[in-house]
C-alpha cells in the first residue's frame, strides 16, 4: 500500500510540476519555509532542543493553531517533563503562532516551531529521526499517509485531537477507504468533536475501540478569549472608529464575499450613516484586489496597517491586513458575518463571536463547522442566508432592532459556554497514549514520569 501511494505521489509531483514551479515564481508565500518542509530543519531549533522527551503537536493553519492554545498551555502544565514541538503548514499559521502562542505561553522560550514536513518518505523519516517524539499529537484532520506510517514504524505514537470529517472530506475518503483504513490503524487513538465525525472516521477505516467523541476544542478557547483584556474603546480608538458608531464586521472573508458586503454595505449606508465595515479577508494577500474594488467602487476605506502607522482621517470602511487581530473585531460588533459560507468554501468559525455574544449571520456553507453553526441556530444564536438579498435583509433586520440583536447575541452566547470541556478529555487521551506505549524503538528509555501535577 505504501509503495503504491508513493509512486501515485511522485508521478503527481512530476506531472503537475509546472504548476508547482510557476506558484514558487509567482508567489513569496510558498517558498516561506520550504526548505523546512523538505526536511531542512534550522540549526537554531535543534539547537533548543532541551533534551526533555518531545511532545509534537500539529496544526495546519492559523484556525488550528488558534484553537489548540488552550490545550497547548495545558500540556505544559500536564507534562512538565516534556518539550513541546508545534508545527504549522501555512505561513499565516506559522506567524501567528510564533506571535500569539508562543509568546503569550511560553516565557521560557522552551518551545520549538517548525514547519511540518511534506509527506515524502525520505523528508518524514528524516525529520521524526530528528526530534524522536514521544507522542505525537495531530490537530483536527491531519491524514498524512507517509508520516503517520512511519511514525507507527518508528515506534511513536500519533494520537487525532479535536479530529472532524465534514461531509464533503468524507465523500472523498470513502472513495480510497482501502487506503485510509492503513493509515487510521496506525493511531493510538483519535478524539472526534461529534457523534458524526466519529461514525464517518469509523466508517472509513479507523478500529472503533479506538475512536472517542470529544468534543471541540474551540469551545474550550471561548474562555480564553473571554480572559483576554479588550477594551472596546481603544479597539475603536485604534480603527479610529466614533464611539456611537454601528460596526458590521465581516470575519474571514473569501473571494466575491468582500464584493458582496461592499455593495450591501453602500446600500445599508444611504439609511444608516453611522454604520462601520470592517473587512477582515481571510488571506492577507487578496488586499490588493479588495482595495481595487473599493476604489473602483468610489468607497473610503482605511487598511487597518496604516491606521496603526500613522494619522489617518477617518473612513467608514476598515480593510484588516494584520494578522491574529480579528477576534478583538467582532468584540466592537454590531452584526458579525462569518465568511467562507456563501461560496463552497466550508465556512469559518462562528465560535468567536458567539463569545462576545454579538449576533451572527453566515451563508449556507458552513460544513466545516457544521457542529456550531447547528448549535447556533437552533439556539436562536445565529441565522443561516442564502443568497445577498437575504444577507442584506438580515443585517437591516437587526440594526433595525437592537433589542432582537443583543438577545440573539445572549443565546449564541449562552450555546458556546455550555459545550467546554474538550481541552481536559483531550488530556486523557494524551494520557492514554503515554501509559499504554512502550515508548519509541531507537529511543532512550522514556522517563518514570512524563506526566506531572498541574502547576
Known amino acids: 500500500?505504501?509503495?503504491?501511494?508513493?509512486?501515485?505521489?511522485?508521478?503527481?509531483?512530476?506531472?503537475?510540476?509546472?504548476?508547482?514551479?510557476?506558484?514558487?515564481?509567482?508567489?513569496?508565500?510558498?517558498?516561506?519555509?520550504?526548505r523546512q518542509k523538505l526536511g531542512s530543519i534550522p540549526g537554531d531549533v535543534l539547537a533548543k532542543r532541551s533534551g526533555k522527551p518531545i511532545i509534537w503537536l500539529q496544526a495546519v493553519s492559523v484556525g488550528e493553531v488558534l484553537a489548540a492554545r488552550p490545550l497547548i498551555d495545558r500540556i505544559r502544565q500536564d507534562f512538565p517533563g516534556c518539550q513541546l514541538l508545534i508545527s504549522t503548514t501555512t505561513k499565516t499559521g506559522y506567524e501567528v503562532c510564533r506571535s500569539k502562542v508562543?509568546?503569550?505561553?511560553?516565557?521560557?522560550?522552551?518551545?520549538?516551531?517548525?514547519?511540518?514536513?511534506?509527506?515524502?518518505?525520505?523528508?518524514?523519516?528524516?525529520?521524526l529521526r530528528l526530534f524522536r517524539p514521544v507522542l505525537i499529537c495531530l490537530i483536527e484532520t491531519e491524514l498524512w499517509p507517509n508520516f503517520i506510517w512511519n511514525a507507527e514504524r518508528m515506534g511513536f505514537p500519533v494520537t487525532l485531537i479535536n479530529g472532524r470529517i465534514s461531509r464533503h472530506s468524507y465523500r472523498g475518503y470513502r472513495r480510497?477507504?482501502?487506503l485510509m483504513r492503513r493509515v487510521l490503524r496506525c493511531f493510538a487513538s483519535m478524539g472526534m468533536q461529534t457523534d458524526d465525525d466519529a461514525r464517518r472516521i469509523i466508517e472509513i477505516g479507523a478500529p472503533p475501540e479506538r475512536v472517542q467523541v470529544t468534543h471541540s476544542l474551540k469551545y474550550d478557547g471561548a474562555t480564553m478569549i473571554e480572559a483576554d483584556s479588550l477594551d472596546e474603546s481603544a479597539i475603536r480608538a485604534e480603527i479610529k472608529v466614533p464611539a456611537h458608531a454601528r460596526i458590521l464586521t465581516?470575519?474571514?472573508t473569501h473571494y466575491y464575499e468582500e464584493e458582496v458586503l461592499a455593495d450591501i454595505y453602500a446600500r445599508l449606508r444611504q439609511d444608516h450613516d453611522d454604520l462601520v465595515l470592517i473587512l477582515a479577508p481571510r488571506h492577507p494577500d487578496r488586499v490588493p484586489r479588495i482595495q481595487a474594488y473599493l476604489e473602483r467602487r468610489g468607497l473610503p476605506y482605511n487598511l487597518k496597517s496604516a491606521l496603526s502607522n500613522g494619522d489617518r482621517p477617518f473612513a467608514p470602511i476598515v480593510v484588516i491586513d494584520t494578522l491574529g487581530e480579528l477576534v478583538k473585531f467582532y468584540k466592537v460588533a454590531s452584526?458579525?458575518?462569518?465568511?467562507?459560507?456563501?461560496?463552497?468554501?466550508?465556512?469559518h468559525n462562528p465560535i468567536e463571536p458567539a463569545v462576545f455574544a454579538r449576533p451572527i449571520v453566515f451563508g449556507p456553507h458552513m460544513d466545516n463547522f457544521e457542529e456550531a453553526a447547528t448549535l447556533l441556530i437552533r439556539a436562536g444564536g445565529a441565522r443561516v442566508v442564502h443568497n445577498t438579498d437575504e444577507?442584506?435583509?438580515?443585517?437591516?433586520?437587526?440594526?433595525?432592532?437592537?433589542?432582537?440583536?443583543?438577545?440573539?447575541?445572549?443565546?449564541?452566547?449562552?450555546?458556546?459556554?455550555a459545550c467546554t470541556g474538550a481541552v481536559d478529555r483531550s488530556i486523557e487521551q494524551m494520557k492514554q497514549a503515554l501509559d499504554t506505549t512502550e515508548g519509541p524503538r531507537h529511543h532512550s528509555p522514556r522517563p518514570e514520569s512524563l506526566i506531572g501535577q498541574r502547576a
Open 391 to 417: 444577507l442584506r435583509a438580515a443585517i437591516l433586520e437587526l440594526l433595525a432592532d437592537p433589542e432582537r440583536a443583543a438577545a440573539m447575541g445572549r443565546r449564541a452566547r449562552e450555546a458556546v459556554m
Open 1 to 34: 500500500m505504501a509503495f503504491l501511494y508513493n509512486v501515485a505521489i511522485i508521478i503527481l509531483t512530476f506531472v503537475l510540476s509546472g504548476f508547482l514551479a510557476y506558484r514558487l515564481l509567482t508567489a513569496q508565500k510558498y517558498w516561506f519555509g520550504l
Open 176 to 178: 480510497f477507504r482501502f
Open 102 to 127: 508562543l509568546a503569550d505561553g511560553a516565557p521560557s522560550g522552551d518551545d520549538l516551531l517548525i514547519f511540518f514536513p511534506l509527506d515524502y518518505p525520505w523528508i518524514v523519516r528524516r525529520v
Open 250 to 252: 465581516a470575519g474571514s
Open 335 to 347: 452584526v458579525v458575518f462569518v465568511g467562507k459560507s456563501l461560496t463552497q468554501k466550508g465556512g
